[in-house]
């Protein structure tokens, strides 16, 4: 029996491991663009990426534990003595159920970010349905700047190859009126082999009117409410 492993260095918060997910955390997640824009660290985009940490990963009968502990994750932050970050995170698969939950700190000298998630998957056979939420208190290390983001979806089988992934998402903030964004997705993937798969995906992302594309912390003159359109199309190889 193992008990896990150790890790040291720069590396992935457990944040970045909350996929519950239809679009599998791409590039036209609506779960990876809101929560990137947002400034969120429970997401699969650096910002769960962090410096001078020491991480454990283990895994027990379907139970993966994480936890992670950064010092000096917050480089801005003006007090090297209050500049540190730490996560925890739970998930349970079993068959076709998934379920988590991730919570994650990231200290600063004026408030501290603190976030929290769950999430759950089942698979149906015909169809396999994705959701999570998760919520943020002194967003941007603000006092009582606080959000949510949630997201729905379904994978599709379509005969033996290939999938069709449907997602849709919402970010809100709940301080500041008009200051949001919704986001939805389709796309198809097809298995060319083993570790070769092919994939096409568009996705739209509407702003509200105190919203621009680029960050919903804060709109900036010119481009306030407009929406954004993304369309991919690649193959991805596992080495």
Do not use: C
């Not at 609506?30 to 985009?45: C, G, R, V, Y």
């Not at 410096?51 to 502990?69: E, K, Q």
């Not at 903030?173 to 993937?189: C, F, K, L, P």
Request: charged share 15%; aromatic share 12%.
């Amino acid at each position: 029996m193992t008990f896990g492993t150790v890790s040291l260095g720069r590396q992935y918060a457990p944040g970045y491991f909350f996929n519950y997910d239809a679009v599998l955390g791409a590039n036209v997640s609506p779960q990876s663009i809101l929560s990137n824009n947002a400034k969120l660290s429970i997401t699969p985009n650096s910002a769960a990426r962090w410096d001078n940490s020491v991480a454990y990963t283990g895994s027990f009968s379907g139970l993966t534990a994480r936890a992670i502990y950064s010092m000096n994750a917050v480089e801005t932050d003006p007090n090297p003595n209050d500049d540190d970050a730490y996560g925890l995170s739970l998930d349970y698969a079993n068959g076709p159920l998934s379920v988590g939950g991730v919570y994650q700190v990231k200290q600063n000298n004026t408030e501290d970010q603190e976030e929290w998630g769950i999430g759950a998957g089942y698979d149906f056979g015909m169809v396999k349905l994705t959701g999570s939420y998760q919520a943020v208190d002194g967003l941007g290390f603000v006092k009582g700047a606080e959000g949510d983001l949630w997201q729905v979806g379904v994978i599709v089988p379509v005969g033996a190859a290939g999938n069709v992934h449907l997602a849709y998402g919402e970010f809100d903030r709940d301080d500041v009126s008009n200051v949001g964004a919704e986001s939805y997705s389709i796309a198809y993937t097809h298995a060319l082999s083993k570790r070769t798969t092919a994939y096409v995906a568009y996705n739209n992302t509407e702003n509200e009117s105190n919203t621009n594309a680029f960050g919903l912390v804060a709109g900036s003159a010119g481009d306030l409410g407009d929406d954004s359109d993304l369309f991919t199309v690649g193959i991805r190889h596992t080495f």
